[in-house]
């Protein structure tokens, strides 16, 4: 079945650090891929998305690149701020008409300190 | 345009009883999912309902149900509570089908403590 795998954390930045949070990806098909970020006490908010090969997902400064040859889909934001302390969820959906189950990784807890 | 919202935020119950979980979805969407998170983990997929009827399942056992109604807000019903349902329930509404991502937004969550 379909499964996401991500980097442990927590990660621990000071404040204009680089980010790279790793996800990876099995799939039987051909998903479409997300990030997701969820804020202490709240649900999840979309972060960004790719729906293809080579597509480029970008907001708020985070990126990710869905990678098919290495199925990957890792998070980067060249400067973090205090504000992005979260934790950040990789996720996918295969893409099956009327079906729109996600798939989740286990998450990501970043903390970011001035 | 109104988000989706789940009701109650917070609720504890005690082993064995039944509970039920709300969720309006957000204007025009047709599909609801939920989802249930556990401490420290990401959310694993309960069912979806499309169009009033259950169009797809995760791995849980038959005491999790769920409704769908004609204006597309939903229940998440769980008979039998056990200590291991305690969690944060999510629902999630999108439009289907159609070309495109179809993305999930998710609601703030229902946090279920079972005693």
């Known amino acids: 079945g379909d499964s996401v795998t991500q980097m442990e954390g927590p990660v621990t930045l000071s404040e204009e650090a680089f980010l790279t949070i790793n996800c990876t990806y099995t799939a039987t098909g051909y998903p479409s891929l997300f990030w997701y970020v969820q804020y202490p006490g709240e649900g999840l908010q979309l972060l960004l998305k790719a729906t293809k090969a080579d597509d480029k997902g970008s907001n708020k400064g985070f990126e990710a690149t869905y990678r098919k040859e290495t199925t990957s889909f890792h998070l980067e934001k060249g400067s973090v701020q205090v504000s992005d302390s979260a934790v950040y969820f990789c996720a996918l959906r295969e893409n099956t008409g009327t079906a729109s189950k996600l798939t989740f990784g286990t998450g990501t807890r970043l903390q970011v300190t001035l | 345009e109104t988000g989706v919202t789940q009701s109650p935020t917070h609720l504890i119950k005690t082993r064995g009883q039944q509970v039920t979980l709300r969720c309006s979805s957000q204007s025009g969407h047709n599909t609801v999912s939920w989802y249930q998170q556990a401490l420290g983990q990401g959310p694993q997929f309960i069912f979806q309902y499309y169009r009033e009827e259950e169009n797809g399942r995760g791995n849980f056992p038959p005491r999790f149900s769920g409704l769908q109604f004609p204006n597309y807000s939903s229940e998440l019903n769980v008979n039998a509570l056990e200590l291991d349902d305690s969690a944060l329930y999510l629902c999630?509404?999108?439009?289907?089908?159609?070309?495109?991502?179809?993305?999930?937004?998710f609601g703030q969550g229902t946090r279920l403590t079972v005693v």
């Open positions: 999630a509404s999108s439009l289907l089908p159609g070309p495109g991502p179809h993305e999930a937004f």
